[in-house]
Structures are given as C-alpha cells and as structure tokens.
C-alpha cells in the first residue's frame, strides 16, 4: 500500500500525518511550540525549535508507520506551511533573525512608509495583497533598518518553511504559494514582484528560486534521514501554503468551492481558475498549485482569543495558591448556555490585530455591553461569535465575486465544536458542510504530494473526503437576531477607528 506523508508547519504546532492513496489518514504525530510577545504589537517565534519539533513529529510518525509494517511504502512526503513569515539567514544556512510571523506588527512604520511612497492600490494590482502589516516587504524593510549590523550578514530572506524543508533535502526554493501568500509575487507572470521588492530595499538575489507547488525539489538526505526515520532520498514535493493546502485537504478544489477554517487565527476562501481581486481591496489572492488560486480574506484571531480566555481564567490565582483549570471544552460547554447573541455582548475580537476585510492593523479588542448581569459563559460565547463577525464580512465580499456556490466546507479546529459551527451557519445564512475528515492542511499536503509524484492527478479528486459529510444548517430563529448583532458589530467597529490608533500610541509609550 503506498504510503504519502503530509507535513504541516503552522504557527503554533507542526503535524506530520501518513495517508494512503485514498487520502484516509494511517497515524500521525503532533508537536507544539509557542509564539512570543515580547513588547505590544510584536510577535516572535524561534525557527531552530520549530525545526527540531519538525523532526520529532515525523521521527514518531515514521515509528508508528514502522510498527504497521508500512514504513517501507513511504512514497513521498508534502509539504504545508503558514504564511506571511520570515526571517534573516546567513551565509551558513542559519538563522540571524528571529522569525516574524503574520501576527508580528512592529512593521507598522515602515509599512506607512510603502504606502507613502508607492500607493495602497498598485502592489493589490500586481500580487493581490494589501500594503499591510501581515505581509513580508514590511518585515524585511524593518530588519534591514532596525538590525541594520545583520543585513550585511545576510544570505537570503525565507519562510520557516522553506527553511525546514531545505534542512530536510539540502535544496532551498520557494513555492509560489508560499510568495504570494507574502506579497512579493507578481501573479500575472508568477515571477518575484519588482514593485513590491522595491519597497522591501531588496531584489530577487535575496529571495529563494520559485517553484511550482507539485515540484520534487529533492530527497530526504542521510542525515534527515537519521532524525526522522523516514528512508533515505524520499521524495520531497515543495507543497504551499496551509491556506491552499487547507483547501485542498478538505476537498475544495473545484472552481467557486468555498471552505471556512478556524484554527489558531481564522479564514474564508474560494477556488478560482484564475487571479482575482476586489475594488474595495477587501479579499486578498494567493496562488493554490496547477493554475489554480484561492481568493478570500483571513482574520488575525479565532483560536488564539479563546486561548487567551482560558489562559487569563486559570491565571489567576485563589488566597490558597491554587489555579482555577480551565479547559476548552470547559469554556464551549459553558457557550452552549448562553444564547444567541451572547445576551446582548458584542466582542470586536481584535487581539492581535485585523486583517481582511478592514486591513487595520491598530484594531484591538473591544467587548461592549458588558452588565454585572453577564457571565464567564455569555462572554465565552461572545468570543465564538466575535470570530465569526469577522468572517462574516470576508463572506460577503466574496459574494460580490458571484462565483462561490454550494455549501460552505469547514476546516480546522473548529469545525469539531457544534455550537461554533451552528453560529457560522446562522451568521453567514449559509449550509455548513463538514467533511468525514477534518484534517485540511495535512492531508492537503499529502494530496500535494500524490499530485507530485504522478500517483494522483489534478486537483478535484481530493473531493472523495466530502463522501457523506454531516450538514450544519443555519437556526431560523438565530439568523434575524444576528443580523441585528451584526449591525452594531459594523456600527461600533466604524466608530472605534480614531480610538483604536489612539490607544496604540499610549500602549507604546
């Protein structure tokens, strides 16, 4: 039986899965790591430990695979990684730099600088992302200018992606979809955007070779080889970004299909058969693999406020010593008692920012309606919708595309909670769709990795995983309160603009 191995780097923990040619997934392994915040607006991650988390969770998935007898079919392995990150590598292959990822927003300054200078409209034209924050020309403008001593160390720019995988095979390159989803690919001639290397102070020398998503760009070598287990010269497919992969592992593929996801932040995209962009600048565009995009918008915060939530409860401390324990599914069980609506708290869900559809990186969370009335539950449930409030928005300017059609896929985390998918349904007014798998960007990258060895062709066969899914569909009764909800959702958002810059500007001093 071959066996086709997915690796998923994401931001706050790296999966490696084994599947069969079916894509019905055989075992798998899970490593966590964290993200610091070491000042307001700045994010950090250490990219030596996501690589040696790396290792670990396929050195355990090949042991499981080993003791199945199945070690030895290991055909390939597919690769999917978050986006919007980068860091500094010199001329030794390591690491200068931290690594700024998509919630990093110390870039601030320099990203008012690009817009000064070279306009909010041109680099959307040209490599459909918003001049923003999220995105990469800011962070390496900010690295060359605030560690200006590094900068002439420097070999190239790269994802924590690219970096694992060029430590697994020795061979660096960059997959398009990786350098779209960074706002440095121009993507009518999917070269690496002048405009916007330009405003990054570098050229196309400081950035990796771009390959297609299905490329083989090499074999596992022997020393990889030693620390994962996995046989040596296995084939490495360069695979995308965990958004496309996402779409692809949850059986997407297809034109207009439109797949939700929450996880550690969260997103709505479709598939298009070609670039897409809107006037308003809402949605962004990245490339998926085989002439195919994804064009949708993500948020900054889905999981990660829930995760805050709970962290800030068990934080605190009682006259004895001891710590409240609060869990995940302490905190959605108690959702599930309070209504629709959350008894009247809206949560503008902003922790670490926004991106689509308002691309306002000073946003910051505000819960309005608070009342000595309220409970931990009602402002739990809140926290559920607030994400959802955003998504609501990346929803509706994909509408306006008038291309997406059926039901809405969902992905992630997420998607293994009824009431947060109850909530998506009556906010969007739309079907959820839950696949039989769950497991999106993993097994995106085995698909990918099928596809690039010729064992799979095209993209639509990964449609097999929507086989019987479970239909969430919206509650009648829900759907006029939200609409209600969402009104001073967009009310309150329109009048905290001024304030949220405001609020910057004392929290930096």
């Known amino acids: 039986m071959p066996v086709f191995i997915g690796l998923d780097i994401g931001s706050s923990s790296v999966r490696a899965a ?3 040619e079916g894509l019905d997934m055989l075992c798998s392994s899970q490593k966590l790591y964290p993200m610091h915040f070491p000042r307001p607006g700045w994010a950090e991650q250490d990219p030596r430990l996501i690589l040696s988390k790396a290792k670990e969770a396929l050195a355990e998935t090949s042991r499981k695979l080993d003791d199945m007898g199945l070690l030895g079919q290991v055909k390939a392995l597919g690769a999917s990684g978050f986006m919007h990150s980068t860091m500094a590598v010199g001329k030794d292959k390591e690491p200068l730099t931290m690594l700024l990822p998509w919630a990093d927003q110390r870039t601030a300054g320099q990203v008012a600088w690009i817009r000064e200078e070279f306009g909010r409209k041109k680099s959307y034209i040209e490599t459909g992302c918003p001049t923003h924050t999220t995105y990469v020309p800011g962070k390496i403008r900010w690295l060359r200018k605030e560690m200006a001593g590094i900068t002439k160390r420097t070999w190239r720019y790269m994802s924590v992606k690219e970096w694992v995988l060029a430590k697994l095979t020795g061979e660096y390159a960059c997959d398009l979809g990786i350098a779209s989803g960074a706002g440095l690919l121009d993507m009518r001639s999917r070269c690496w955007d002048k405009l916007t290397l330009t405003a990054a102070g570098i050229d196309g020398s400081s950035l990796n070779p771009l390959v297609e998503p299905t490329t083989v760009i090499g074999g596992i070598t022997k020393e990889a080889a030693e620390a994962t287990g996995l046989p040596e010269g296995t084939p490495v497919v360069a695979g995308s970004s965990d958004a496309a992969m996402s779409s692809l592992g949850s059986g997407a ?12 932040s969260g997103a709505i995209r479709m598939t298009s058969d070609r670039p897409m962009i809107d006037d308003g600048m809402k949605c962004w565009c990245y490339y998926l693999a085989e002439d195919r995009w994804i064009v949708g918008g993500a948020t900054n915060n889905g999981g990660n406020v829930l995760d805050w939530y709970r962290e800030s409860l068990t934080g605190i401390k009682t006259s004895q010593g001891h710590s409240w324990q609060v869990g995940y599914d302490d ?14 708290l809206v949560f503008l869900a902003f922790l670490a920012g926004e991106r689509a559809p308002g691309w306002d990186e000073n946003a910051r969370g505000v819960l309005l309606g608070l009342t000595l ?66 497991e999106g960007s993993v097994a995106g990258a085995a698909a990918i990795a099928m596809i690039g060895t010729e064992e799979k062709k095209g993209l639509e066969w990964t ?23 969402l009104r001073v959702y967009r009310d309150s958002y329109d009048a905290m603009n001024g304030i949220f810059k405001e609020l910057v500007d004392i929290a930096e001093r």
């Open 463 to 485: 449609s097999r995983i929507r086989k019987d899914p479970m239909i969430i569909s919206p509650a009648p009764e829900d759907i006029e309160r939200y609409k209600r909800v």
């Open 18 to 20: 084994a599947f069969d």
């Open 331 to 344: 905190l959605l069980k108690a959702a599930e008692s309070s209504p629709a609506g959350s008894s009247g």
């Open 373 to 438: 009335s309220h409970t931990a539950a009602d402002v739990a449930r809140s926290i559920l919708e607030g994400t959802v409030f955003q998504l609501h928005g990346i929803f509706e300017a994909l509408k306006s595309f008038g291309e997406q059609k059926g039901r809405v896929i969902a992905s992630g985390g997420f998607a293994r909670s009824d009431l947060w998918l109850k909530i998506l349904a009556s906010v969007l007014g739309s079907e959820i769709e839950v696949p039989r798998s769950i």
């Open 253 to 264: 593929g297809g034109i207009g299909e439109t797949v939700a996801m929450i996880g550690t």
